[in-house]
């Protein structure tokens, strides 16, 4: 088995994995309180920052992940909110920059118009990612990435139908870019 097949087989049974585990084995438990904190956090500066009236998806079992998202050694937090009648779901950055600071960056273009529990976020390592052109390259333009190395954290997307996109900080445009893995 090749390393891309071998990474590809590992996200599809994570994700399956995830999911299968989620309805049986997270039902019904609450958050660790740093979990609800950080979540609540995030959002109400969401909230702040960008004047949506979203509530944070505690009751959802990874409504945030931590990690250093854009490569400058500080740790940042992503976050789901959702919309009060629990039926939308869109994601929010909190980067903790050098200075202490924090800037707040919407991600709601790359959020799915799905309910919030089809939705699960990850923290991914850096790493060399192959991409869906990677995997069924019959299917994409001769030119399209195939693969993608990042350096840094990111954010693995995951949603039920068993489709993932990795959300990652483009350090040369200074935004986040996404790239579909699971289609």
Do not use: Y
Request: hydrophobic share 40%.
């Amino acid at each position: 088995m090749s390393m891309a097949q071998g990474q590809h087989s590992t996200v599809v049974g994570m994700v399956a994995v995830w999911f299968c585990l989620v309805a049986a084995a997270c039902a019904g438990k609450t958050l660790p309180e740093d979990k609800t904190s950080q979540a609540a956090g995030c959002v109400a500066a969401a909230n702040r920052d960008f004047g949506t009236s979203m509530v944070p998806a505690t009751r959802h079992d990874t409504p945030v992940v931590t990690g250093d998202f854009n490569g400058d050694g500080t740790r940042d937090v992503a976050c789901l909110g959702m919309t009060d009648g629990h039926d939308t779901a869109k994601i929010f950055v909190r980067l903790r920059m050098p200075d202490g600071t924090d800037r707040m960056v919407s991600l709601e273009h790359f959020s799915p118009d799905v309910p919030v529990e089809n939705i699960r976020i990850f923290r991914e390592p850096a790493n060399t990612f192959t991409t869906r052109c990677g995997h069924m390259p019959e299917d994409c333009a001769p030119d399209a990435q195939r693969e993608i190395r990042l350096d840094h954290e990111s954010i693995f997307l995951a949603v039920m139908d068993a489709s993932g996109v990795l959300i990652f900080w483009n350090s040369n445009e200074e935004r986040f870019a996404r790239e579909w893995l699971i289609d």
